[in-house]
């Protein structure tokens, strides 16, 4: 695909699907589910088929996991069901204790396993440099994989604002952070969040989002032309 400002038209629908990809993966892994947010999602078959126009072997597993599960639960999350998710998502991603998939990046390059790292920093500052903050600062790590997402799909929202504008040094400057923030903080431990999260999800739910992920972030190395960071977590 060409990653130049010649083609603002399928710039916009590349942009648009990717903005609105990693803000439904950025939700569902952001906090506990909800019943009616969940339910709306399965009825409106979000996962039936992806915004992109790219394919690689994550995003079709992801996905074919995703609506699998969808249907099953058509006719709507049960307590049951409901409280499986719940209880997956505490497990994976928030802990009794330790999360077995934890989702904050610092974890991945200290030895002790902790948060609020020199990463966690590092991504603050990138937020801040495009007007962000987070709503749980010095709470929450900023470099919760779910505020990447976020943060990677404002760009994005930053890059159709530009081409809305026709100015084409605003949305090279938005594909642009987009490769720095990617190639210097996502890419670097994605691999080894989503393969927790793989081994240890209860639910195809979690399985599929996290497979999904790594698909769509694989998706836009392509699409952006990113050079692979050399050095990856451990």
Known sequence: MNTSSENPRNWKETLLGEALLLGVLSKIMQSQPEKEWIENLIKEDVFSELPLDVKNKDLETGLS?????????????????????RADHTNLFVGVGTPVAAPWE?????????????????????????????????????????????FIAHLASLGLKALENKDDAGLEKSLQAQRQFLHDHTLRWMKFWSGSVEKHAKTDLYRGIAILTRGTLLALVEILGVEMPEEIAQ
């Open 106 to 150: 610092s974890v991945y390059f200290t030895e002790e396993r902790t948060i609020f790292q020199k990463q966690t920093l590092q991504v603050r500052e990138w937020y801040r440099k495009f007007g962000l903050q987070s709503g749980k600062l010095y709470k929450e790590p900023d470099d919760h994989i779910a505020l990447e997402l976020s």
């Open 65 to 85: 996991l995703l609506q699998s599960w969808s249907n099953q639960c058509k006719g709507g999350l049960g307590d049951d069901i409901l409280y499986g998710l």
